[in-house]
């Protein structure tokens, strides 16, 4: 009895964190929204990282234009070039973008060393990192001070009109930011995002709506 009754509680709690987990947040243009550590167990739910952040997201109808303020107690990525997974030699943001209207995801990831990459995927179930020769078609503008990264990412209309989709709140955009933050003063590389998931960043359902205005 007591197994059945350990068993029922874990499911219960599963089901609680998922619960929680599948509120959809809302990043709104013109307002500033907190990082948020990836959530490993219950009590991670609307934790702040150590090293907090913040994002807020521009759109003029032609740009969508992410302006990302981090705290980094060691900021570093040795990357050597654009188009490749930077988020495997240090500090970097991912930022996925998908319209509601069809499979496609972009993905950009940035570094502050200036590296940038962008891949567009079929689809959440089919995601792929073929080697990229093009520019990636993005800009990006680092501004390093001790303790402090800022970085702004100017995302071009143009990029989504080959697909049929415009910046637009009629195509219904949704957006997942992920900061992989790596530093000698911390236990372990700290994995912080908006909006919070559960370990799964390019599953749409965990996407936050952008209200773009």
């Not at 520019?135 to 009109?161: M, R, Y």
């Not at 912080?192 to 359902?205: E, F, L, M, R, T």
Request: charged share 25%; with cysteine; aromatic share 10%.
């Amino acid at each position: 009895m007591k197994k059945v009754l350990i068993m029922l509680t874990a499911a219960f709690a599963i089901f609680t964190l998922d619960a929680k987990v599948f509120v959809r947040r809302a990043l709104v243009c013109g307002e500033a929204e907190n990082f948020r550590v990836t959530v490993k167990r219950a009590e991670d739910f609307n934790c702040r990282p150590v090293e907090g952040g913040k994002v807020k997201v521009e759109c003029d109808g032609k740009t969508l234009k992410f302006i990302l303020d981090m705290i980094d107690s060691d900021i570093f990525n040795e990357a050597e070039k654009d188009q490749g997974n930077l988020s495997s030699s240090g500090d970097s943001v991912t930022i996925l973008l998908k319209s509601e209207k069809d499979t496609w995801l972009w993905e950009f990831i940035v570094s502050p060393n200036g590296k940038r990459s962008c891949f567009l995927h079929p689809g959440a179930g089919r995601m792929f990192y073929p080697e990229l020769k093009e520019k990636p078609g993005f800009s990006v503008k680092n501004a390093i001070t001790q303790g402090n990264w800022h970085c702004e990412v100017t995302i071009p209309q143009d990029l989504f009109k080959a697909k049929g989709l415009s910046l637009n709140a009629k195509d219904q955009w949704k957006v997942m930011i992920v900061r992989r933050n790596y530093s000698r003063f911390l236990p372990e590389k700290e994995t912080s995002c908006y909006p919070q998931h559960p370990g799964i960043a390019s599953n749409p359902d965990y996407f936050a709506d952008l209200i773009i205005k």
